[in-house]
T-cell receptor, first 115, second 111 residues
Framework: AQSVTQLGSHVSVSEGALVLLRCNYS??????LFWYVQYPNQGLQLLLK??????LVKGINGFEAEFKKSETSFHLTKPSAHMSDAAEYFC?????????????FGKGTKLSVIP | GAGVSQSPRYKVAKRGQDVALRCDPI?????LFWYQQALGQGPEFLTY????????KSGLPSDRFFAERPEGSVSTLKIQRTQQEDSAVYLC?????????FGPGTRLTVT
C-alpha cells in the first residue's frame, strides 16, 4: 500500500523567495513519485517525475525535487517564486514495476505568492 | 495534439437523478483512469481501463457508480440515483509510460 503526506495545506511566500513544498511517502515497494500542479478550474499538469533514474529531478517552470529514500521524502523546490506559481500542488506515488498504475495523491498544498 | 477532454465541464443534478460524464483520452493511449476529487482534497482513484477492459474498479464508492469504455477509446462514468455526497470534481486521465495526462474535470453538484 502507498500513502502520501503533504505537510502544510497552505504555504505563503514572497515573490522572489524560495519555494519549498514538503512531501513524504510510504510505500511497500520502490516508488515512482510525481508532482502535479492544479490551477483553479483546471485539471492537473505534471511538473516532474521520479522513476528511479537520477534522484534530483528537474521539471517545468524552474521546479525541481530530490528523492531521498532514507527520509522517504520528495520535496518540491523553486529558487525564486513568481506570481504565476500561485496554485495548488499535489504529490503522488505509484509502485514501480510492471502492473503499477493508479496514483495515490496527497491532500495538496495551496501556494500563495505575495507581491 | 489534443489533450484529454471531458464533458460536460459542469453538471448540476437533483438528488436521485442519473448522470453520465464523458472522457475523450489522448489518441493512442490504451490506459484510462477515473478519479474523484472532493473539495479541498487530492484526487482519489475510482477505476482503470486498459483498452476496453476494466481491470480495476476497486475505488468505485458504491454500486451506483458504473464506468465503461466499449471501444477502447471514449469512456463514460455513470452515476445512478445521485446523492449529495457525490458532489465532487471527476477527473479523467490517460497514460503513456508512467505519465498520466489529466483532463479539466467535470464538476458535479448534487442539490
Amino acid at each position: 500500500a502507498q500513502s502520501v503526506t503533504q505537510l502544510g495545506s497552505h504555504v505563503s511566500v514572497s515573490e522572489g523567495a524560495l519555494v519549498l513544498l514538503r512531501c513524504n511517502y510510504s510505500s511497500s515497494v520502490p516508488p515512482y513519485l510525481f508532482w502535479y500542479v492544479q490551477y483553479p478550474n483546471q485539471g492537473l499538469q505534471l511538473l516532474l517525475k521520479y522513476t528511479s533514474a537520477a534522484t534530483l529531478v528537474k521539471g517545468i517552470n524552474g521546479f525541481e525535487a530530490e528523492f531521498k529514500k532514507s527520509e522517504t521524502s520528495f520535496h518540491l523546490t523553486k529558487p525564486s517564486a513568481h506570481m504565476s506559481d500561485a496554485a495548488e500542488y499535489f504529490c503522488a506515488v505509484t509502485p514501480s514495476g510492471a502492473g503499477s498504475y493508479q496514483l495515490t495523491f496527497g491532500k495538496g498544498t495551496k501556494l500563495s505568492v505575495i507581491p | 495534439g489534443a489533450g484529454v477532454s471531458q464533458s460536460p465541464r459542469y453538471k448540476v443534478a437533483k438528488r436521485g437523478q442519473d448522470v453520465a460524464l464523458r472522457c475523450d483520452p489522448i489518441s493512442g493511449h490504451v490506459s484510462l483512469f477515473w478519479y474523484q476529487q472532493a473539495l479541498g482534497q487530492g484526487p482519489e482513484f475510482l477505476t482503470y481501463f486498459q483498452n476496453e477492459a476494466q481491470l480495476d474498479k476497486s475505488g468505485l464508492p458504491s454500486d451506483r457508480f458504473f464506468a465503461e469504455r466499449p471501444e477502447g477509446s471514449v469512456s463514460t462514468l455513470k452515476i445512478q440515483r445521485t446523492q449529495q455526497e457525490d458532489s465532487a470534481v471527476y477527473l479523467c486521465a490517460s497514460r503513456r509510460a508512467y505519465e498520466q495526462y489529466f483532463g479539466p474535470g467535470t464538476r458535479l453538484t448534487v442539490t
